[in-house]
Every structure is written in structure tokens, then in C-alpha cells.
């Protein structure tokens, strides 16, 4: 049986671009329309594992993804990274000038503010989908009405590119973590980076000496972010990512780490892709 693979989006989004390029071109995909939808896929057994996007280099993080992950216990076996490239598109023959909203998903607002502050009079409307939206667009024959979407979305759903690559800087990259909700196997060796999560004492240093013997275990802490713990006002939880050469200093970091965090917990184990 083929492996399904829960997207966030529908065909021609960027999250069905990485199950392409993750899997293979005609990958059976479950096309949710939130990544809280995504995650329901993967736990209700409609889907065998997910791509779900975690941080984008203009727009930051999705912090409630790192929350959803967590909070449903499931594991990162892989990433991805994808150049993202955005454009302005609408119904054949519609002018800028005729454009009064924008449409698209927040991540993709965001990664092309530049280029919207330029147009103040059109409103800009938060969707679930970059795809989806060019897709309504196509459908109702929306005019007046532009989605900020993909080529491939343009080509998919028969729109007119009004304004290409309008991401704010040209090197636009999206990272994806593929996610599963039992863990998968990876062979030690194929593994360089891990994500793990840790909570400590509020105590002067403690960070710093965790820190500290990341350092020493030669590992490279490749981002860290931390989340407010809902149910302890003003406590915090650490997510972080390393990269390492070794498993082994890996796992002397980790048994280290056991002893001195509150709480300690791996997200997932796997092959760094990083460009
Ligand atoms: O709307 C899409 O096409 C998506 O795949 C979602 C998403 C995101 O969640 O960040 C994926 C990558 C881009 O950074 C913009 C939007």
C-alpha cells in the first residue's frame, strides 16, 4: 500500500512542493486545511506521516507547531528545506490597478510585506492556503480579488502572474519537518541533528550550564525558541535544535541533559538537509 502523506494546503501549495520533492512527484497526499486538521490525519490514521512547515527565514517561526508536535507526542524523522518563491497572481486579463484585496496565507503575507506596503489601498485578507485560494479565485471567477501563491498554483489553477518573485528578499527558504506518529528507525549513523525539548529550574545559570555542556559534547545548536508553559504563568519550556558529527557526543549531551533539566524530551532524531 502507498504511504499517505498529510499536507497543510491543497495541490500546487508549498507543502505539496515538498511531498513531491520529500517522496516522489505522484505522492498520495490528504489535503488539510489547518495544520491542527494535519495533525488529526496522522493521529486518526488517515495519513502514515506529514509535512508540516516550522519556520520560515523571513517570517520567523510557526511557534504553535512547535506546540502541536509536543503536545501530541509526535516525531520529527526528517526536514526539508524549499526556496520559496511568491507571486501576485489573478484572473486572466485583471490589472494591478484593478486589484482591491490580496489574499493568502499569513506566512505568505508576511514573506512579501514589502511589496504589498507599496499598494496601501488593497486589503489584505489572511486564507488558509496559498493554492487554495488561487484556486476559489479560478472557481468563482473572483475579480477585484489577487492570491499570493506559486507558480505551479498559477499554472494549476489558471491564473495570470501579476507580479513575480515579490518575497521580500530573493533567498526566501521555508524548513519543513517531516513528522510521524510512531518514531521510525534511522540508523545511528545517518543521524546529524535532533530536536529536543527541556525544561529548567529557575535558577541563576541554568541555562547557561546547559548551554555549556552542549559546548562541551561538541554540539552545534542550530535554533532555539522558547514557549511559555500554559500552565505555569512566566515558566518556560526550551526547544532546540543541534547539529552534531558523532552520535555518540550526541548521546553523552543527552544522558547529561537528562540529569540536569526538570524535564527532558526528544522530538525526533534525523539526517540534517540543510542547504
Ligand atoms: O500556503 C501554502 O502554500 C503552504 O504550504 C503554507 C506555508 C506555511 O505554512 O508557511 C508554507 C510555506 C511558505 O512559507 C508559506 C506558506
Redesign the pocket.
Known sequence: MNTKIA???IKG????QVAQEYYYQNVEVDECLSFEELVDSLLSGKSDQAVM?IE?SI?GP?IPNYALIDKNNLHIIGEHY?D?HQNLMALRGQKIEDIQEVH??P??LL?CMEFLKKYPNIKLVEDK???ETARRIHQNQLKGIAAI??KTASEMYELEILAPEIQTINNNM?RFVIIKKENSFVAENEINRASIKFELDHKRGSLAAVLNVMSDCKMNLTKIQSLPKIETPWKYSFFVDVTFDKYEDYAKAKALLTIMAEYFKVLGEYKNTKP
Open positions: 499536507i497543510q494546503g501549495s508549498f507543502h505539496h512547515a520560515n517570517a510557526i524549499l520559496i493568502s496565507h506566512m505568505a514573506q492556503d496559498t493554492a501563491a506559486s521555508t
